[in-house]
């Protein structure tokens, strides 16, 4: 009996998005929308129409938190404009057992999705302490040498330190890499992250142009992590109407399908779509989710732990 009760109590714990059975870090999912959010402002469309109508529906900003329950540290990816809601979400989600602020933020680029939310932290808001963020170089220099943002860097509300492409960060247990990917870089250098813990390999590249600019091939990236959140903007090249889709060229999720399309099941279902503009049908079309999830691929679930 004491054994069936312990399994259940697991089971239980599990199934609702997080459980400290144990002390092995994990992601949790905070955020699955491209940066506007979903419902997306100015839409008129039945996606966000019914989205503002229902508000169990709509979705945060893509970001992940890096957890570990063994040092009661985590780490955010990417400080959306939906920080404040997940924050406050992170704690529900794991029960108050962490601190309020995750130990340091790790950026991809400078685009508003990614990191405008760094304004919470300052002086008008949280105003804190030495934050830490982690970023790559032309992304510090953005920071450093533009408003609002270095009034941030002067008054010490955060902390910024260089991330070294393609060489390890140390966070205890767990290692960060960043690393180039091809995008708009308007501002900053745009970067992926590969995470290790101690037992899981995780993928995140929220915003790339084309996996043909990249030199690097993505089917051997997935093979190599055990969750891979990719870039799924748009689902197809009409979904944006009268604007030009080569002015934002990410990967189709056609384009990745097709890519991935001769490789076996084990290799299709460690993709994590993430990233989905509010018009990319994946985010709020049930059937087409349904249909889509036949195909072997996955999407990321906002407050899903993997």
Request: hydrophobic share 40%; glycine share 6%; proline share 5%.
């Amino acid at each position: 009996m004491p054994f069936r009760i312990s399994f259940l109590l697991i089971l239980l714990s599990s199934l609702n998005g997080f459980t400290q059975t144990d002390n092995k870090a994990f992601v949790l999912v905070l955020g699955v929308a491209q940066d506007g959010g979903f419902p997306h402002m100015g839409c008129n469309k039945i996606c966000c129409t019914n989205a503002w109508k229902n508000p169990e529906t709509q979705k945060a900003v893509a970001s992940l938190a890096l957890v570990d329950p063994k040092t009661k540290r985590w780490y955010l990816f990417d400080a959306t404009p939906d920080i404040k809601k997940q924050l406050q979400n992170f704690r529900k989600q794991t029960k108050n057992l962490y601190p309020y602020l995750p130990d340091g933020i790790f950026i991809t680029h400078a685009h508003i999705g990614h990191y405008t939310g760094l304004m919470e932290f300052g002086r008008e808001v949280m105003n804190t302490k030495s934050l830490n963020i982690y970023v790559l170089p032309k992304l510090k220099s953005f920071l450093e040498d533009n408003g609002p943002w270095n009034q941030l860097v002067t008054l010490q509300n955060i902390k910024i330190t260089v991330l070294e492409n393609d060489k390890p960060f140390e966070l205890g247990e767990n290692k960060v890499t960043a690393f180039t990917v091809p995008h708009r870089d308007e501002y900053s250098e745009t970067a992926g992250f590969e995470i290790a813990t101690q037992i899981k390999k995780y993928l995140f590249i929220p915003d790339i142009d084309k996996w043909s600019k990249w030199n690097e091939s993505i089917v051997e990236r997935v093979k190599n992590v055990d969750f891979a959140f990719l870039d799924a903007t748009f689902y197809n090249a009409e979904e944006l109407g009268n604007r030009p889709i080569s002015e934002v060229p990410h990967p189709l999720v056609t384009e990745t399908i097709k890519i991935f399309k001769d490789e076996p099941a084990s290799v299709k279902s460690k993709i994590k779509f993430i990233h989905l503009n509010h018009t990319n049908k994946l985010l709020w079309d049930k059937n087409a989710q349904k249909d889509f999830l036949r195909s072997g691929f996955g999407l990321a679930q906002q407050n899903g732990v993997y």
